[in-house]
């Protein structure tokens, strides 16, 4: 049973331009949770989603901040215009009905 | 709003010795869970143990035990023997009943020496 995957595992992009991560939660798990990690610090929870529904987005910025859970294919976070203070690790983290949440390797953002 | 507060930012311990690693909370939940991950240089989040608000006795998973003082609202992490690939940050991170968003603390980074 392989774990969360999450690509790509980094991304590089220029300020203005869009990043777009990708989560495949493991088999079986329909609830995906996306956190972002600045340096130094834990992890702040962003948007919690089951298959085409947004149960939580309390964490998401307000603006250029999207995600979505299709009813196939990967969990997309989604950001618009990125800029510098974007870069960060962001974790993708998926479970099953119970509560353990078991997260994917990250993906880290660097925007120049 | 549940809070944090893990007051080690950084630990060492010798090579076998047990380490104790601190985290208090604050939850007006009436039901939760504590769950502790493992974050090595590497940087992916692993998760260790989990020990449920109703749970009667303390959790273990091999090397690793949590000392839950339900009343003082802590959840220390203990583990023994220590090793060198215990090196990491540790997370400590409630969660509410039912897949809610966890909730983590600043870390603390334990080193383990030779």
């Known amino acids: 049973n392989a774990g969360v995957m999450q690509n790509p595992r980094h991304l590089v992009r220029r300020r203005g331009q869009e990043a777009r991560l990708r989560c495949s939660p493991m088999k079986g798990h329909s609830h995906v949770y996306w956190y972002r990690q600045l340096p130094e610090e834990g992890l702040k929870f962003m948007v919690y989603?089951?298959?085409?529904?947004?149960?939580?987005e309390s964490g998401m910025p307000k603006e250029r901040f999207s995600a979505e859970f299709p009813k196939e294919g990967p969990s997309i976070l989604r950001i618009q215009q990125v800029v510098r203070g974007d870069s960060a690790a962001y974790f993708c983290?998926?479970?099953?009905?119970?509560?353990?949440?078991?997260f994917g390797p990250g993906t880290r953002l660097l925007v120049l | 709003a549940q809070k944090i507060t893990q007051t080690q930012p950084g630990m060492f311990v010798q090579e076998k010795e047990a380490v104790t690693l601190d985290c208090t909370y604050d939850t007006s939940d009436p039901s939760y869970g504590l769950f502790w991950y493992k974050q090595p240089s590497s940087g992916e989040m692993i998760f260790l143990i989990y020990?449920?608000?109703?749970?009667?006795q303390n959790a273990t998973e091999g090397r690793y035990s949590l000392n839950f003082q339900k009343a003082r609202k802590s959840a220390n992490l203990v583990i023994s023997a220590s090793q060198l690939g215990d090196s990491a940050m540790y997370f400590c991170?409630?969660?509410?009943?039912?897949?809610?968003?966890?909730?983590f603390g600043k870390g603390t980074r334990l080193s383990v020496i030779a």
């Open positions: 991170a409630p969660g509410g009943g039912g897949n809610t968003p966890l909730v």
């Open positions: 983290a998926s479970s099953p009905t119970v509560e353990t949440q078991y």
């Open positions: 020990q449920g608000s109703y749970d009667q």
């Open positions: 989603l089951q298959k085409e529904n947004i149960i939580d």
